[in-house]
C-alpha cells in the first residue's frame, strides 16, 4: 500500500500547474490578502480600527479558520478540480488498464484518495500558520494584543480543537472525493467528472434554500428536514458542536404560511451520519470500481 501511495503522490505531483493553481493557491492567496490587510490598515484611523475589531483578533481562532476553506465555496470548487484529474485522468489516458493489472483495484483507488489528503492537510497546515502569523504581525504594528498568551493550557486546548478541525475537514473532502470518483467511475470522462462535482457541490451549498422552494409548492414544511442529513450540514454542526459546544441553527424561513426553524441536530446524529456519508461513498466507489470492465 506504502509504494502504491508514493507512485500515486509521484504521478501527481508532474501535475505541477495543476497544483499550484489548485493547491498552493490557498497559502499564497492568504499572503496577499494579509498584504492586502495591511494597506488598509495603514490607512484607516484608530477609531475605524477598534470599530472593525481588528484589534481583538485572536491568534488560535484565525489559525483555525484555514480548516473551512477546502469544504466550502472556491476552495471546494478548487479542490474538485483536483480530484478529477487523479480520479478521472486515468480515464482520459487510458492508463487504467495498465494498473489494475498490477495491484488490487480497491488499493489502487484507496492511493488516490490518501494522496488527495495529503495534499490538502499539507496546504490547510500552511494556510493556517500564513493566516496565524501574518495576522499577528500586521495587527501587532497597530498596537493589537494578539490573544491569548500561548500558556500550556491554552497550547493544549488550541491542538485539540487544530486536530479536531483537520479531522472534519479530511472527512469532508473525502466524502467529496467520492463523490467526484463515483462520478468519474460512471461517466469515465474529466470533464463529465468535474461537472458533477462541482454541480453538486454547488446544490448541496444552496440544498436549504431549494428545500425551502419545494415545501412551498407542495405545502410540506417537513421537507426543510432533509437538509440536516445532507453531509456538508452535518460536517459543519459537528464542527460546532466539538470546538464551542453549540450547535448550527439553520435560519428560519416561511413556509406555507408559516415561520419554520429546523431543530438542529445532536452532536450523536450528526457523528453517525458524516460516518455513514463518509463509509457508504467510499464503499460504494470501491464498489463501483471493481465491477468496472476496464482491461476489454
Do not use: H
Amino acid at each position: 500500500m506504502l509504494q502504491l501511495f508514493g507512485a500515486e503522490r509521484r504521478k501527481m505531483s508532474g501535475f505541477r500547474a495543476l497544483i499550484w493553481f489548485t493547491i498552493w493557491i490557498f497559502p499564497i492567496a492568504s499572503l496577499g490578502l494579509i498584504a492586502i490587510l495591511a494597506l488598509a490598515l495603514r490607512g484607516m484611523g484608530q477609531d475605524i480600527r477598534e470599530a472593525s475589531g481588528l484589534l481583538d483578533l485572536r491568534w488560535d481562532d484565525q489559525a483555525l479558520t484555514a480548516w473551512s476553506i477546502p469544504g466550502s465555496g472556491l476552495g471546494l470548487f478548487l479542490m474538485v478540480g483536483f480530484m478529477g484529474v487523479a480520479f478521472a485522468g486515468e480515464y482520459q489516458w487510458g492508463t487504467w488498464k495498465n494498473l489494475v493489472i498490477r495491484a488490487p483495484r480497491y488499493r489502487l483507488l484507496l492511493a488516490k484518495y490518501f494522496v488527495i489528503l495529503r495534499y490538502m492537510i499539507l496546504a490547510m497546515i500552511l494556510t493556517s500558520i500564513v493566516v496565524a502569523v501574518g495576522t499577528g504581525v500586521v495587527t501587532g504594528t497597530i498596537g493589537s494584543n494578539y490573544k491569548p498568551a500561548p500558556t500550556p493550557e491554552v497550547l493544549a486546548n488550541f491542538a485539540g480543537k487544530y486536530a479536531l478541525s483537520a479531522l472534519l475537514a479530511a472527512a469532508r473532502t473525502t466524502i467529496m472525493a467520492s463523490i467526484v470518483a463515483i462520478a468519474a467511475i460512471v461517466s469515465r470522462s474529466l470533464l463529465g467528472c468535474l461537472l458533477a462535482g462541482i454541480v453538486i457541490g454547488f446544490i448541496e451549498s444552496v440544498a436549504y434554500y431549494i428545500l425551502a422552494i419545494m415545501a412551498n409548492w407542495f405545502n410540506a414544511p417537513w421537507v426543510l428536514d432533509v437538509t440536516r442529513i445532507l453531509p456538508a450540514y452535518n460536517v459543519s454542526n459537528l464542527s460546532s458542536w466539538l470546538l464551542s459546544n453549540q450547535p448550527i441553527r439553520l435560519p428560519g424561513l416561511y413556509v406555507a404560511g408559516r415561520f419554520i426553524s429546523p431543530a438542529p441536530n445532536e452532536v450523536t446524529t450528526s457523528l453517525v451520519l458524516v460516518l455513514v456519508w463518509l463509509i457508504g461513498l467510499v464503499g460504494l466507489s470501491v464498489w463501483l470500481f471493481r465491477r468496472q470492465d476496464i482491461t476489454t
